[in-house]
């Protein structure tokens, strides 16, 4: 299975990818045939250049050091990004023979994909932004030689959670790119990152993966029944992660069911009230499940790395109580995040309740995201212009939107769930 394999409906950036990739090996490879013919004519004592200090790629070549992966939700582009990380590091002796880099199988390749090579750091964030002291650490670390003589890799998932001061010290680390290292930023749109950094990008565009296409991956990749699977995939249109948590996650099937159902609740302003809190409830719900999965295991391991002995009562020795109260701080920033991002799926189910609607109006044949609530769909088209649909589809964007201007999330649910009632 090649690394490209899990791209889904990909093929243009696939295609990409493993052109620069082959670029890639072919100057690694000859960096390292000139080095050795260096040495073999006598001129060991002389030092030879390093693997770090490497020519960067050519004007000419299809590889370059800074890569910019956008699309819309669901699209890969982590994935892509993690898939051009291994192909990097790939060391099959088939690529001698003219295979291309990303075999899959060989060392290279497996620990890229399962994130333990020694030159891949792939960079997620549970938090609301990525700060300049992590960044700081990030431009430290690209500036090491790679352990394995090949590329060092950094893999930004969330590049749009960059804060401003944080952009701009990348923005250095991306004009001065160290030798042999790549940055691999990940983000929903150009706007998302500074001008000046996506300027020194290259740039690979990711569209929404068919749903058919998302269907079989779920089958293949994760044995999926293939109903279910059909299922999942038409309700989440090709949101390839969202899919696989509704196919492996009863609670989140039932959230969204949940979801659906309020646009038949909300005839009067104790109905739209009511399920506002409701609504805000299942997403504080979300983030206290993730408090207690990973909070006390977090919180243990730092007493007992700070020290905090078993035979004192658990207190924390002294000048140690700052590293306790960041982590408490961190926590807090993550349940913040958490809940918002549940409310932000919540919403998403809404706008496609709606979208839905609207091609019943309209009487478009394009097929719909939720037909397992078919009939609530008609009753809203029947009762309804297409005009208030799309003011209805406007309020959820609205909300969206106030939510992520830190507006208190009652009050921003509050005030789409009435104008969703008025219409």
């Given amino acids: 299975m090649a690394v490209w394999d899990d791209l889904v409906g990909q093929d243009r950036v696939a295609s990409q990818l493993t052109a620069a990739a082959r670029d890639a090996d072919a100057l690694v490879t000859a960096t390292a045939s000139a080095a050795s013919e260096r040495k073999s004519a006598g001129a060991g004592s002389e ?9 960067a790629p050519p004007a000419a070549s299809k590889m370059t050091h800074a890569w910019l992966f956008t699309g819309p939700p669901g699209s890969g582009r982590a994935a892509a990004a993690r898939a051009f990380a291994a192909a990097l590091q790939c060391v099959s002796p088939d690529r001698a023979l003219g295979g291309a880099p990303g075999c899959g199988f060989c060392d290279g390749c497996h620990t890229a994909l399962i994130g333990t090579h020694a030159d891949v750091e792939v960079v997620r964030t549970d938090q609301l932004s990525i700060g300049v002291k992590e960044t700081r650490d990030l431009v430290r670390r690209a500036q090491l030689s790679p352990a394995g003589g090949r ?3 950094i893999v ?3 590049a749009d959670r960059l804060t401003e001061g944080a952009g701009n010290v990348l923005l250095k680390a991306v004009e001065e790119p160290a030798p042999r290292t790549v940055w691999l930023l990940c983000t929903p749109s150009l706007e998302d990152v500074l001008p ?3 300027s020194r990008c290259r740039l690979l565009t990711l569209r929404t993966p068919p749903v058919d296409a998302v269907a079989d991956l779920l089958v293949r990749r994760d044995g999926i029944e293939p ?3 059909a299922s999942v995939a038409r309700a989440t249109q090709g949101h390839i992660d969202r899919a696989h948590r509704l196919a492996t996650d009863e609670r989140a099937r039932a959230r969204r ?3 659906l159902k309020l646009p038949l609740r909300i005839d009067d302003v104790g109905g739209c009230l009511k399920a506002a809190q409701e609504l805000v409830d299942a997403a504080s719900e979300d983030a206290k499940q993730v408090a207690e999965e990973t909070d006390a295991k977090e919180t243990e391991e730092l007493r007992a790395a700070l020290g905090a002995a078993a035979g004192t009562g658990g207190r924390l020795p002294r000048g140690t109580a700052g590293a306790m109260k960041d982590l408490q701080d961190r926590q807090k920033r993550r349940a913040t995040r958490t809940q918002r991002d549940s409310l932000d799926l919540a919403l998403t189910d809404l706008a496609g309740f709606y ?3 609207l091609a019943l109006q309209f009487g478009s044949r394009t097929a719909l995201a939720n037909t397992d609530v078919q009939d609530a769909l008609e009753r809203i088209a029947a009762g309804s212009k297409p005009e208030r649909t799309l003011r209805r589809i406007e309020a959820v964007r609205a909300c969206r939107e106030a939510l992520d201007r830190n507006v208190a999330p009652l009050l921003a649910v ?5 104008a969703l009632r008025a219409g």
Avoid at 47 to 55: D, L, V
Avoid at 414 to 418: F, N, P, Q, V
């Fill in 47 to 55: 030092p030879s250049a390093s693997p770090g200090t490497a020519e």
């Fill in 151 to 153: 590329w060092q890799v």
């Fill in 156 to 158: 930004l998932e969330d």
């Fill in 196 to 198: 000046t950094i996506r």
């Fill in 227 to 229: 109903e279910l699977a």
């Fill in 257 to 259: 069911a949940s979801v």
């Fill in 355 to 357: 979208r839905d609607v």
């Fill in 414 to 418: 509050e005030a789409m769930t009435m």
